[in-house]
């Protein structure tokens, strides 16, 4: 998987060079893959290993999907390497909490997108450290395009946002065959949706897989959730509250049904090739669901005292 990875962005970002040229170019691929691999935190949910799955989706999706053929070569390469570094220097801990401990991160990007922010900033960091730079054979107004499809494609992933664009994607789903991929605009919330289709694409997998990763955003969660009550002496929400691990199931239907269920049913709306994940979540949801029903069932007996 690395290596068709880097092969598919060696192609879209080098395919002019050969010879000893393209030995060094491919050099520069590994030493900045290396790096950003390096600038993820050993947190239990965002880190490397997500990094890595949410690009395999996006690699995935171009390869199965009709909707590589709705981009360009640049869209396409932004998306990719936008994939690998949307979680870069991730703390394990999110948005709300930075701004409830006015963090640095807070302080330095303020209260929008904080996180996202500074993914795409510490993306940025690492292009232009000496050796990294792998757009290096685009024109300047080609890198210019590619640096603002990165930046956009990074802060699409700020989930506050995506509830604020789906709706228009959801309207864009209902046109049919009459949307204008030529607006700029239809193609920015497009890019948008991929991203986050891609970045909470668990849902969609095996349930052994599902499971697992549910069970590291928990962990994360909860390591949060205990920061907030013995460090800032607040009350956590339920999903991050380890007193209340039971409910996940409960937690995962909510978080289906409110967020995945709605994203992935438009997808297949705009490209039935997307089906294999829509029933990937329905047979999660089914499994979660019988999950739900026995800790009902347990909270009941317990409360009658039998
Ligand atoms: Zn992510």
Known sequence: MYTNVMYYILNRCFQTIKGLFCHLIFQTLVRWMLTVRKNYRNVA??????AFNVCQVIYATMKNCKTQRLLNDREILALIVACLCHDLDHRGTNNAFQHKTSSALAQLYGTKATL??????????????????????????????????????????????????????????EQGDSIDWDDRDIKEIFRSILMT?????????????????????????????????EELKIQ???????????????????????????????????????????????????????????????????????
């Open 45 to 50: 949910y965002h880190n490397w290993r997500h």
């Open 116 to 173: 996202e922010n500074h993914h795409f900033n510490h993306a940025l960091m690492i292009l232009n450290s000496e050796g990294h730079n792998i757009f290096i054979n685009f024109s300047s107004e080609e890198y210019s395009e590619l640096i603002s499809l990165l930046k956009h494609a990074i802060l699409a992933t700020d989930l506050s946002l995506h509830l604020q664009i789906r709706q228009k994607f959801f309207a864009m789903t």
């Open 197 to 229: 289709t891609c970045d909470i694409a668990a849902i969609t997998k095996p349930w052994e897989v599902s499971r697992r990763v549910a069970d590291l955003v928990m962990t994360e969660f909860f390591d949060q959730g205990d920061k907030e009550r």
């Open 236 to 306: 956590p929400q339920a999903h991050m509250d380890r007193e209340k691990q039971d409910e996940l199931p409960k937690l995962q239907l909510g978080w289906i049904d409110g967020i995945c269920l709605p994203l992935y049913k438009h997808l297949v709306l705009l490209d039935p090739s997307f089906k294999p994940m829509l029933d990937g979540i329905l047979e999660n949801r089914a499994l979660w669901e019988e999950l739900d029903i026995d800790r009902l069932t347990k909270q009941a007996s317990i409360d009658s005292g039998v």
